[in-house]
């Protein structure tokens, strides 16, 4: 049985821990001193009776000696290794590194993990405190009730004669607005504290929406027929909704999501799908349905029917990003605006014209997705009023990639990409870039 060229490395560290000169070892195994000098520096080959001796007089598994470091340790360390910019570190001696200080090596990994975690709850607190609307909001509450304040008690303290009446009108404004900014300061501090974990609980109505979205895996066939009043109060039993906003969000979601089941369904889209290749153009075509209907409904039957799931974003006409069906690798923000090198925006200068665009996701782990687009007017048209337009984008991850991409961020603060024309603000990783 073959076994790794590097457990002469692992013999000789066993060795070493167990202060156990060459030389004894050597006779108690019953080979020469300088043929296990050989082995221990990778130059014979070793299994068998031997292997099984020399595993016993070290008092260890012979699998410790003759089976390489565990894989996804290997594959930490290579990573760790494609991640250092300041040093050049031996990547093709990682196993023979493992195999003598696993330790050591297992620390590396480790720390490693936890500074790409730091990184990721950086880039989230920043994203949140920068763009996070309810953060303002609060901020901007709380100053103006300290600036009430400040101003109440500077007339206290200045104007030395006021009647009674003015004076308790005074002191219970003073009153009211301290009690507001203890209760704000309280609220904003429980709600920082969520921030603090980028796993933290849903905060926004939109997120809200969107977990209750996951937990139905964006299908909603089985309400068929339901009547509104129906619908209202299956969006209403719905634990992850805590909100009126919430619920008044997942109510127009839910509506649209069936009337896409309804133009679409799951037997017709299964047979659809057989034909070859994802073509929503195709497939527009073939049922007669808009092609919007089309890249939303693929982004909802894709966990069930293909063998990977596609991701989906919408925007409105002003480009805030109005729900997102996440997709492995293909970061969106949650707080700040996307991208704008995203054809979900581009879409939005070109009404009703369908867009497909490879792109690169940039980043560590940098894939290739294919993302088609469409904008469409939505509500009534109406004499004299422009049409108001929804964009969306379906995204379809990419196993093999061709270098065909054009490379785009998730947000201008945690895009790595130098030379950007479309960039608004510094990037946190410019540094790393």
């Given at each position: 049985m073959p076994q790794s060229g590097l457990a002469g490395s692992r013999i000789?560290?066993?060795r070493l821990v167990a202060k156990v000169r060459q030389a004894d070892l050597a006779e108690r195994v019953g080979i020469s001193a300088s043929y296990l000098n050989l082995i221990e520096h990778n130059r014979r080959r070793i299994g068998g009776k031997l292997l099984n001796d020399i595993a016993k007089a070290l008092g260890v598994e012979a699998s410790l000696l003759s089976e390489g470091a565990e894989a996804t340790l290997l594959a930490n360390l290579r990573e760790a290794a494609a991640?250092?910019?300041?040093?050049?570190?031996?990547?093709?001696r990682s196993d023979e590194f493992a195999g003598r200080f696993p330790g050591f090596a297992a620390l590396i990994a480790e720390q490693h993990r936890r500074l790409r975690s730091l990184e990721h709850t950086a880039a989230?607190?920043?994203?949140?405190?920068?763009?996070?609307?309810?953060?303002?909001?609060?901020?901007?509450?709380?100053?103006?009730?300290?600036?009430a304040i400040r101003s109440t008690a500077g007339i206290l303290a200045d104007t030395k004669e006021l009647e009674?009446?003015?004076r308790n009108r005074f002191h219970r404004n003073l009153n009211e607005d301290s009690q507001r900014l203890a209760e704000g300061a309280e609220q904003?501090?429980?709600?920082?504290?969520?921030?603090?974990?980028?796993?933290?609980?849903?905060?926004?109505?939109?997120?809200?929406?969107?977990?209750?979205l996951q937990a139905h895996a964006f299908q909603f066939d089985a309400l068929g027929e339901a009547s509104l009043e129906a619908l209202q109060t299956f969006v209403a039993n719905q634990p992850h909704l805590t909100t009126e906003a919430a619920?008044?969000?997942?109510?127009?979601v839910v509506r649209q999501l069936r009337a896409d089941a309804r133009a679409l369904p799951i037997e017709m889209m299964a047979r659809v799908l057989q034909d070859g290749p994802v073509a929503p153009e195709r497939i527009a075509g073939d049922t007669g349905a808009p092609l919007s209907a089309v890249l939303r409904r693929l982004a909802a039957v894709s966990d069930s029917l293909l063998a990977q799931p596609f991701g989906l974003v919408m925007c409105d006409a002003a480009g805030t990003l109005m729900l997102r069906k996440p997709v492995e690798g293909f970061a969106v923000p949650r707080?700040?605006?996307?991208?704008?090198?995203?054809?979900l925006f581009q879409a939005l200068s070109r009404p009703m014209q369908p867009l497909r665009q490879r792109l690169t996701m940039t980043g560590r782990e940098a894939r290739d997705y294919d993302c088609y687009a469409v904008s469409e007017p939505i509500g009534q048209m109406q004499v004299n009023l422009a049409p108001l337009y929804h964009s969306y984008m379906l995204i379809i991850p990419i196993d093999v990639a061709d270098d065909s991409g054009a490379p785009v961020g998730s947000s201008c603060r945690v895009c790595p990409l130098d030379q950007c024309d479309g960039r608004r603000e510094p990037s946190l990783l410019a540094a790393r870039a």
């Amino acid at each position: 049985m073959p076994q790794s060229g590097l457990a002469g490395s692992r013999i000789r560290e066993r060795r070493l821990v167990a202060k156990v000169r060459q030389a004894d070892l050597a006779e108690r195994v019953g080979i020469s001193a300088s043929y296990l000098n050989l082995i221990e520096h990778n130059r014979r080959r070793i299994g068998g009776k031997l292997l099984n001796d020399i595993a016993k007089a070290l008092g260890v598994e012979a699998s410790l000696l003759s089976e390489g470091a565990e894989a996804t340790l290997l594959a930490n360390l290579r990573e760790a290794a494609a991640d250092a910019q300041a040093v050049a570190p031996e990547v093709a001696r990682s196993d023979e590194f493992a195999g003598r200080f696993p330790g050591f090596a297992a620390l590396i990994a480790e720390q490693h993990r936890r500074l790409r975690s730091l990184e990721h709850t950086a880039a989230t607190l920043t994203d949140r405190l920068t763009h996070d609307p309810h953060l303002a909001t609060s901020v901007h509450e709380m100053l103006s009730m300290v600036t009430a304040i400040r101003s109440t008690a500077g007339i206290l303290a200045d104007t030395k004669e006021l009647e009674p009446e003015w004076r308790n009108r005074f002191h219970r404004n003073l009153n009211e607005d301290s009690q507001r900014l203890a209760e704000g300061a309280e609220q904003l501090v429980a709600y920082l504290d969520d921030a603090g974990d980028a796993r933290a609980g849903m905060t926004l109505p939109l997120e809200e929406v969107e977990a209750m979205l996951q937990a139905h895996a964006f299908q909603f066939d089985a309400l068929g027929e339901a009547s509104l009043e129906a619908l209202q109060t299956f969006v209403a039993n719905q634990p992850h909704l805590t909100t009126e906003a919430a619920r008044d969000m997942a109510l127009t979601v839910v509506r649209q999501l069936r009337a896409d089941a309804r133009a679409l369904p799951i037997e017709m889209m299964a047979r659809v799908l057989q034909d070859g290749p994802v073509a929503p153009e195709r497939i527009a075509g073939d049922t007669g349905a808009p092609l919007s209907a089309v890249l939303r409904r693929l982004a909802a039957v894709s966990d069930s029917l293909l063998a990977q799931p596609f991701g989906l974003v919408m925007c409105d006409a002003a480009g805030t990003l109005m729900l997102r069906k996440p997709v492995e690798g293909f970061a969106v923000p949650r707080f700040s605006g996307a991208c704008p090198k995203w054809p979900l925006f581009q879409a939005l200068s070109r009404p009703m014209q369908p867009l497909r665009q490879r792109l690169t996701m940039t980043g560590r782990e940098a894939r290739d997705y294919d993302c088609y687009a469409v904008s469409e007017p939505i509500g009534q048209m109406q004499v004299n009023l422009a049409p108001l337009y929804h964009s969306y984008m379906l995204i379809i991850p990419i196993d093999v990639a061709d270098d065909s991409g054009a490379p785009v961020g998730s947000s201008c603060r945690v895009c790595p990409l130098d030379q950007c024309d479309g960039r608004r603000e510094p990037s946190l990783l410019a540094a790393r870039a």
